[in-house]
């Protein structure tokens, strides 16, 4: 455990027993760190104690988010990656908050109706399982950008823990051997794919040595060539073939014309804590600053953990937050989302006029709100140094493996990002969300994410550091470790581990872990006249969410990883 206190909790132990018991897994997964030097919490314990060592050798939380940014790619290649895309929040010793945008892009041939047939229905399939799927990756643009700029260490320092774990092979966990034999029938149409995610067509066993040659040979064109090693060269060309080889559109001058872009986080407050977020093309932040609005008028402390109270309001905040993003959300740079509206606290409490205590909604009657035309498989890595630094950083290729195609001879997965714009008005994507126009489809836009990277503070000082994959439940799984810290007072292990709910608008349900409502709660729930309050197994894993949090705490920092997944967080070495 890297020389880090284990403080895992008897009261957390039975809740994470409890939960895995609830979700009918037998594996308890927990990791609860602390060190006064500096944590780290991700989906992959490998790609944590990286950027613990990294912190360890004097690197900031910047060099560590960078350097576990890549070992993600190796050890956890269902989500971390190099040919998809990522949204970092840093917060600088100095106090400046900045956002780093490496979302992936539609091709510049990308076109509105792609997804289209000729009696413009959705072509099932084409946006999540083909090479028309993949927006240009942004990852390596995003990471080298934010190491230049803010880092302290060079790139062939904080690339080479992955190089290794790619070159010299890990030791298969056994969550991962799972997932790739579980995968085997999808990776099977790709010949690069199945010669790195299995044997000769036989499953990788957990426990054997896993080695990803090309993808070694990737990371070194990038160690000695920065972005051209990925954007130009010998990886371009890879690329580009690959997309010949399937019919896909990701060009030379796509990949050629590809720059992260800095953004000024969203902004908001709660209960005197300061949040900052991922702005769009992500809807994370604005809907997170909605809810928590909306729920500021609520005493949610007093009325309780789970309670009926409690969950109504908030399934109330997030059926408004969803209609609103489903009209508004979309890429900034090319529609006028209201921004500033949506956020603010006045529209809050107007979008719950029509809020009726102990009365549930109706979707169908709940459109986005009334607002002034003219403004018109996933992983989140959580890092606090002792220097003031802190880093949410939540990147992915959409679903797990992406849209299952290795580019040949490069050894990494290509994204299916793409099935996050709206292929049709109304027609609900892989995670149900639906859109219009502001997140069509259109070349070089950014197709709409749900990824929450979010820093809390508390008198000015990192305090929480928090996001998670699952695709719509993002935002909510955010939402509710923030409201466990700050209104239930719970701490960190208890506030990741404690069960979840989520609504999204539309369908109008409330998708729910087993043990997130007592059966009294449901029951007043559904008198409430809450419709399809269902047990769900979420879009990640071992249920809603995979918060993997960091936190202050007066004598030094707490890492946890989300006991419903195998994370690990590591703590920086004190001595
Ligand atoms: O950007 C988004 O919102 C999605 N592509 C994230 C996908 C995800 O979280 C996958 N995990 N279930």
Redesign the pocket.
């Known amino acids: 455990m890297l020389g880090s206190k284990f403080v895992l909790s008897f009261r957390v132990f039975l809740l994470i027993t409890f939960l895995l018991q609830a979700l009918g897994s037998e594996k308890v997964w927990a990791d609860t760190v602390f060190s006064k030097k500096g944590v780290v919490a991700s989906r992959s314990s490998l790609a944590s104690a990286v950027g613990a060592k990294i912190m360890e050798q004097g690197g900031n939380a910047i060099d560590a988010a960078v350097a576990s940014g890549f070992a993600l790619a190796v050890t956890y290649p269902s ?1 971390g990656n190099l040919g998809g895309g990522g949204f970092m929040v840093i917060r600088l010793a100095d106090g400046q908050i900045i956002t780093n945008d490496h979302r992936e892009k539609a091709p510049l041939s990308a076109t509105k109706d792609m997804y289209l047939d000729d009696n413009k229905e959705i072509i099932k399939g084409l946006s999540t399982r083909s090479h028309l799927a993949s927006g240009v990756p942004g990852t390596v643009a995003g990471l080298i950008d934010v190491l230049e700029k803010f880092g302290t260490m060079p790139l062939a320092k904080v690339i080479q823990p992955a190089i290794d774990l790619a070159k010299d092979g890990f030791i298969l966990p056994e969550d991962i051997a799972r997932q790739l034999e579980s995968r085997t029938k999808d990776f099977s149409p790709y010949r690069a794919s199945m010669e790195v995610f299995t044997k000769a067509g036989e499953p990788h066993k957990s426990g054997e040595l896993f080695l990803q040659t090309d993808l070694s040979r990737t990371l070194m064109r990038i160690r000695q060539l920065g972005k051209k090693g990925f954007y130009e060269g010998e990886t371009a060309e890879l690329i580009v073939q690959e997309m010949k080889r399937g019919g896909g559109l990701i060009s030379k001058e796509d990949l050629l014309a590809y720059e992260s872009v800095w953004r000024e986080p969203i902004w908001g407050s709660y209960r005197g804590f300061e949040i900052a977020s991922m702005p769009p093309p ?1 809807s994370g932040g604005v809907l997170l600053v909605q809810m928590l609005n909306m729920l500021e008028n609520f005493d949610i402390a007093g009325l309780g953990f789970g309670a009926p109270g409690t969950a109504h309001a908030m399934i109330e905040a997030q059926r408004r937050a969803y209609a609103d993003r489903s009209e508004y959300l979309g890429d900034s740079d090319f529609y006028p989302v209201p921004i500033e509206k949506l956020i603010d606290k006045d529209y809050a409490k107007e979008r719950f006029n029509d809020f009726e205590v102990g009365k549930a909604g109706f979707s169908e009657a709940t459109g986005p709100g009334l607002l002034a035309k003219e403004s018109l ?2 992983a989140h890595l959580s890092i606090i140094d002792n220097l003031g630094n802190a880093v949410a950083y939540t990147t ?1 290729l ?3 493996y992406g849209s299952k195609i290795v580019v040949d001879g490069a050894g990494f997965l290509l994204n299916n ?1 793409m099935d ?1 714009f709206s292929a049709k008005e109304n027609e609900p994507n892989w ?1 149900g969300l639906v859109g219009r126009k502001a997140n069509a489809i259109e070349p070089e836009k950014r197709m709409l ?3 929450t990277p979010t820093i809390v503070l508390k008198d000015g000082e990192p305090f929480l550091v928090t996001g998670s ?4 439940t ?1 935002i909510t799984t955010t939402l509710q470790v923030i409201l466990n810290v700050i209104d239930h007072g719970m701490n960190l292990s208890d506030a990741v581990a404690s069960p979840r709910f989520h609504h999204q608008w539309r369908p109008d349900r409330v998708i729910h872990e087993e043990t997130a409502f007592t059966t009294q709660t449901k029951n007043e729930l559904l008198q409430m006249g809450h419709r399809n309050v269902n047990i769900h197994p979420g ?2 894993g071992g249920g809603i969410g995979d918060a993997n949090s960091v936190m202050k705490l007066p004598d030094g920092y707490v890492g946890v990883s989300d006991p419903r997944n195998a994370g690990g967080a590591k703590g920086v070495r004190e001595n």
């Open positions: 989500a992500s498989e996933t992915t959409n679903l797990s990002e996050d995670f994410s749900s990824m994959p699952g695709g719509s993002i879009y990640y």
